[in-house]
C-alpha cells in the first residue's frame, strides 16, 4: 500500500521553477498558475530568497512544482492508495485527490497565503523546530511563554512552535542554554496559531459556496490525524487547520496502522523524506522515479 506525501511551507527555494521545468506538464501548469493567479510566479521562484518566502508567495509556488512532481508520477504510472499533505501541502493533496481543480487550488492557496500576511504583520511572528526532545517536553517548556504554541507534531523528536517571535527568540536562547538543539524555521508568520483566526474566517468566504468533490482515495487531515472521504468533512478541516495544530506524526502512524508500506513524497526538496528517514519509515522522494537529476 503507498501513501503521496505533499511538503508545505518551508520547502522552497530560490531556482525551482528552471528545476521543475524539465517535467512534461510544466509548461500547461506554470502558464495556468500565472495567468489565474495575474502573476510573475516564475520570476519569484527564480528570484530573490526574501521575495520568495513571503507567505503569499512561497504558497503557490510550491502548490505549483508539488503538483507538476504528481502529474509526472501519474502519467508514470505510479499509483496511489491514501495521501496527505503537510500542512500546505494538504491543499496539493486534495487538487490530486480531485476534492476541486488545479485552477481553484492555486487561487486558494494564494489567498490564503494573502490571508495570513493580513492577519499579523510580517515578522512578528516566525516558527521552530524543537529537536531531539518528545513533544510532551516541548508542551511543557512552551506552557512559560507567552504567544508560543505547538504548531506541528512531525516526528517522535521534531516538534514545531509557533507564534511571537519575541517570545520565541527568548525560548531559543533559553533552550540554548539548557543544551536543547532549536532550529528557526524560513517562514514569515507564526502558522497554525490562534493568530491567524481571521485568516480562517477570511477563507470561508472563499470556499463556503465551492463544491468539494470525493476524493478519489482517502485523504488523512492534519487536524484529526485520521482519513477522509466526505466532502463536507474535508472542507471542514481544511479550514481548522489554518489556525490549529497539525497532527503529522499522529498522521503517519495512522497510515502505517492501516498497512502503508511506502511513502512518496511530492513536493521541491526532501523535507518530509529527512523527517520521516529517522523513524525508519520507507520513504522515497519523486525524484527516484524518473531519469532526470534536479
Known amino acids: 500500500m503507498r501513501a503521496f506525501l505533499f511538503p508545505g511551507q518551508g520547502s522552497q527555494y530560490s531556482g525551482m521553477a ?5 517535467l512534461p506538464d510544466w509548461n500547461y501548469y ?12 516564475i520570476d519569484i521562484m527564480n528570484g530573490n530568497e526574501e521575495v520568495l518566502k513571503l507567505t503569499e508567495n512561497a504558497q503557490p509556488a510550491i502548490y505549483l512544482a508539488s503538483y507538476v512532481g504528481y502529474k509526472f508520477l501519474e502519467k ?7 495521501t496527505a499533505g503537510h500542512s500546505l501541502g494538504e491543499y496539493t493533496a486534495f487538487a490530486a485527490a480531485g476534492v476541486y481543480d488545479f485552477d481553484f487550488g492555486i487561487y486558494l492557496v494564494r489567498k490564503r497565503g494573502e490571508y495570513i500576511s ?16 518528545s513533544p ?12 508560543l504554541y505547538v504548531a506541528n507534531y512531525n516526528s517522535s523528536t ?4 509557533s507564534g511571537l517571535k519575541i517570545s520565541l527568540d527568548k525560548f531559543i536562547n533559553d533552550c540554548k542554554e539548557k543544551g536543547i538543539r532549536v532550529a528557526e524555521l524560513v517562514v514569515s508568520g507564526p ?5 491567524l483566526k481571521s485568516a480562517r474566517e477570511k477563507l470561508i468566504g472563499e470556499i463556503e459556496h465551492v463544491k468539494f468533490n470525493k476524493p478519489k ?18 472542507k471542514y478541516y481544511l479550514l481548522e487547520q489554518i489556525s490549529g495544530p497539525v497532527y503529522w506524526y499522529q498522521s503517519i502512524k495512522y497510515m502505517l496502522a492501516l498497512g502503508v508500506t511506502e511513502f512518496i513524497e511530492i513536493g521541491p526538496k526532501n523535507v518530509l523524506l529527512n523527517m520521516l528517514k529517522r523513524e525508519r519509515i520507507n520513504i522515497k522522494h519523486f525524484r527516484e522515479f524518473e531519469n532526470v537529476k534536479l
Do not use: W
Not at 158 to 161: A, G, L, N, P
Open 18 to 22: 528552471e528545476d521543475f521545468s524539465v
Open 30 to 41: 506554470s502558464k495556468r498558475a500565472e495567468e489565474v493567479l495575474n502573476l510573475n510566479l
Open 76 to 82: 508514470n504510472g505510479v499509483t496511489y492508495h491514501i
Open 118 to 133: 493580513e492577519a499579523i504583520e510580517p515578522g512578528k511572528g516566525s516558527m521552530a523546530a524543537v529537536l531531539r526532545i
Open 136 to 147: 510532551s517536553q516541548v508542551e511543557e517548556l512552551v506552557k512559560n511563554y507567552e504567544g
Open 158 to 161: 521534531q516538534t514545531v512552535i
Open 191 to 195: 502558522f497554525h496559531t490562534p493568530f
Open 217 to 234: 482515495v482517502p485523504i488523512v487531515l492534519n487536524s484529526t490525524g485520521k482519513a477522509s472521504t466526505d466532502p463536507e468533512e474535508l
